[in-house]
């Protein structure tokens, strides 16, 4: 896309601003039999019940007896569409492992006052609910708003929500479980039994959904709905569920997943029993494998989003669909809106927009209405293409050549002068401090990058805040905790200076520390040379002379990591540095001992390889953040509206600008458009 979108900076600063993947489950021989169940409410029943609509969500639970970490999950936050009231946390059964292998039967009387446990009180009337299956388990499928391809978390770290729903089910009784031979458990499925629901629904039909998630499965077989008290049968599918990981232990596929059933027709009885079909799994490889599990289910009279549209990241030229899901007793009628406008005749479940632009930058949600009731889902965004928010905390780069990389601060004091105990002044300085720790960052861009360069500050300070504690951070460019990622430069206790690649400690990686002690409240300067090849000794220089130096492993960067001073994100475990800061330079090349010494004599040496420097003449000010989400994209700017437009060398999000004495325009360009399905397994 070659611009879609020119924004007016006048920085003086005067203002600115698919796929559907189908699986259909295979039949199996069952007793029921199975036929569509009509809806008929007359017009005092839906007087009636517009004011009793009501829906309630089922959440099946697992004593893991070992280990106990994994039992539990009640539900603590909106999950499918519904609020944390209006949830049931069921009590939980027993897996099997580590505590008796059993068929176990459960039942709890939820009404009115329950409130404990897990529970929450009905809106009106008393539901009797009992569960049967050989053992429940958990499971690490996440629902479709995780990220690809087998939308797993692993373990135990659900977030709140739809995740706390799917970690426990009830196993069908066939794909493993304890006492299995090679994956197969010859027993029986679950079975589910509500009574009461006249009480619940007192005027009006309702719909089912199931909700479903394994350990072990290819695909989820379909489940059957009965009206025990009219002797008819509806049958739910769970159509489309994200492929699993293999696990490759037996002869058919198996891994963790999951995913929602079709809603059913209207019901309106007092009796409702809930089973699975018959799972069954055939190798090898290429044969089938369908579990018939359930981990919850949710009855309701008024629509509920069960499944809302995923926001997904949409720049400029992309095609983007959106759908969602409901359930509710039908017919359901469809509306999609922007920023609460309906949009004319999009008035189906997915909406679809080509070549976006500025112009659908906004929000939209789909709104979804039945006789008794309306939902709508959780919003989506479509962002302006450049965001500008304005910041007052702006740390100018000084460097006369290249592109700016200005830093952002955060907690340190800008001082005019500071004088040492020897007589040396210096202007323009930033103080650290511990007691309310204090950073500055710049944002991280390929120009930091270099297989070789110099790192070069001074620095003024007592010591360390805490002298029987780890290195003061100095100067940090790491990514995680590990070694080889990225280098740190820090004080240590003993008022020596440390350069390391990684964080691990002084003993196993880098430079273990400078001969000269620094910790004398004085000015010095400090210039690290590196080369991550290790062909050559990286060292330290203190005022301008050789002070120690090494051969080091070769190590990488992690590309655009961000610089940080004062204060490292990754090595948590060090101290905050206590003291000030000045003329911070980053050259892209190692400089010889002589351009060294005589920055030291205050020279700027070699401006074509100094990436950086940040002198600190003037305090922290204001200016913008530009801001875009597409990677591919390129900044432009230009000084007229109509250019001509030039890229901006090295920019990256968040890219941040500081007072002008005239306007500027900035666009991007280069983004190669995508079409995007937000949600690919919409049922």
Known sequence: ????????????????????????SRSYSHDHHVRKVACTVSAAALMLGVSQAATVGFNFQCNYCSPSSYSGAIVTATAFGIGTNGWESLTQMDTGYGCPANYF????????????????????????????????????????????????????NEQPGNEQVYWGFLRDGVNFGPGSSGGDNSQPGYSIDITGLKSLFT??????????????????TNAFIIDATGNTTQSVLYPSTPPVGDVG???????????LSTASGSFNTDHLQIIGNQAAHVGPKTGYNFASTISGFILTDKPVVSMPP??????????????????????????????????????????????????????YGLWVTNLYGAAISSPVTIGDEILTPGISNLVLDSNPNGPQHNGLNNGAIWLASSTDGGGVTRTGVMSFSTNAPSQITVAGETNFDSTAGTIMFWMRS????????????LFDRLSGTGNGN??????????????????????????????KTLSN??????????????????????????????????WTWQAGQELELGLSHDTNSWQAYTGLMDDVRFYNRVLTAAEITSAYGGALVDNNSLVMQLNFTAAPGPGVNLTWQCTDAILQSADSVNGPYTDVPGAVSPYSIGVQTAAKFYRYRGHTPVVIVANPYLM
């Open 1 to 24: 896309m070659r611009l879609r979108y020119v924004l007016k900076l006048a920085i003086r600063i005067a203002g600115g601003n698919s796929k559907s993947h189908m699986k259909r």
């Open 105 to 156: 039967t459960l039942n709890q009387t939820i009404d009115t006052t329950t409130s404990t446990g897990g529970l929450n009180p009905l809106p009106n009337g008393s539901l009797g609910v009992t569960w049967s299956a050989y053992t429940a388990n958990v499971s690490g499928f996440g629902g479709y708003s995780r990220p690809g391809p087998h939308y797993n978390f692993g373990g135990n």
């Open 203 to 220: 005027n009006t039909p309702f719909a089912v959904q199931l909700i479903a998630s394994a350990d072990s499965m290819q695909y989820l």
């Open 249 to 259: 232990d037996t002869a058919w596929v198996r891994g963790v997943g999951g995913g």
């Open 310 to 363: 995923h926001q997904v990241l949409v720049c400029g030229g992309d095609t983007v669909t959106w759908a969602g899901y409901a359930v509710g007793v039908p017919p359901l009628s469809y509306q999609w809106r922007k920023n609460g406008v309906p949009i004319p005749g999009a008035t189906t479940s997915a909406y679809s927009l080509t070549n976006v632009g500025p112009a659908n930058a906004g929000t």
């Open 462 to 473: 007592s010591g360390v805040a805490d002298p029987n504690g780890n290195p003061a951070t």
């Open 486 to 515: 990225g280098i740190v430069v820090a004080q240590d206790p003993d008022g020596t200076v440390l350069f390391q690649i990684g964080s691990g400690t002084s003993s196993n990686a880098g430079i273990p520390s400078s001969a």
């Open 521 to 554: 409240n004085h000015w010095h300067q400090v210039a690290v040379v590196y080369d991550q090849s290790g062909s050559t000794a990286s060292a330290i220089y203190i005022d301008g002379q050789p002070d120690s130096s090494e051969y080091l492993s070769p």
